[in-house]
């Protein structure tokens, strides 16, 4: 298993970790099988999305802020229950798929460490699987 | 494969299975590789979320409930389509990684069945994999 | 490392994949694992539902429109944040327990690929992993 550190710099946050991800899937130089990314955090998640566009993460993060708003009277005493929520809808993992020793992820696609509740240091877990 | 039989008193609920599923992993003696737990159910679901104060639970039921009303003119004559969303919401599977023998959820990660159209007798599935 | 072609003929619409998924599981004779499916689109997504009433299917869609409105004062020019983002609430990837030879979906589970920015001819992925 690998470890990624992150730091996170604002509450919400979408940061790109694709090119950590595929170093690692390099470096392991297995040519097919997955990659299991997870981040051990119940305020954050990691997400697939647009890697070109900047406005793409921000208008995800800005829905996400309308269907979860931050002041809801959650129940939940430390102030970050839309941090749970919103990791419990996006998803805490992700399953990737390795071919010819690259990451198959389409024209557009990146992968996305997801902070609902920055800026704190995070990390993320990679485990790979050979074919 | 392994199945872990559930039965749910409510309607919505999560309910913690994060020590059965470590039970599997242990008897395995799997050191390395990956866990997938799945639920054969199109009505429930399997999230990660925190396991230590019981708030956050209901909070992300609360919410996913105004997310998805029980009743919205829905087609399904079952009268169950909230259902039916949520678990495409929350998802009915998730990956996680075992390394040293251990499930790896970090501080306060849990696995919670979670039931939205109970209470039923549930089934959980739980396929290993070596690395 | 396996694809399938799909043409979708809607702007969002849920399509039944499973009997080619399941072709492809058994084509591989693997008995015990497990089955990665990818979309390597970041406008569409991958989720597992009910196969048996195709008003799950418009229920789910509907409420997705309700949740994540089309035309919501976006940023990303390209006029389907919408689809974006449902494809991060969906998500892109599922993990499926084989055993037997055969996808343990349960009595109603289907595999749909969820298009939210068609027509569009799309590719799905498939990777197999055995235990």
Redesign the interface.
Known sequence: ?ECIKIKTSKRNELIDITSEIQAIVSKSKIK???C?V?????TAGI????NA?P??K???LN??GA??PEN?N?????GN?DA??K?????????????DGKL??????GIFFSEFDGPRQR?V?V?????
Chains 1, 2, 3 share one sequence.
């Open positions: 298993m097919e099988g997955i299991v997870y981040c051990p955090h119940t997400t697939i999305n647009e566009d406005d793409v921000s208008d995800i829905r996400l269907i979860v809801e959650y129940s939940h005493s430390e229950s749970h929520i990791s419990a809808l996006i998803g805490n993992n992700q399953t990737l798929i390795v071919s198959q992820l389409g024209s557009w696609g990390q877990l485990q790979l699987i050979k074919q």
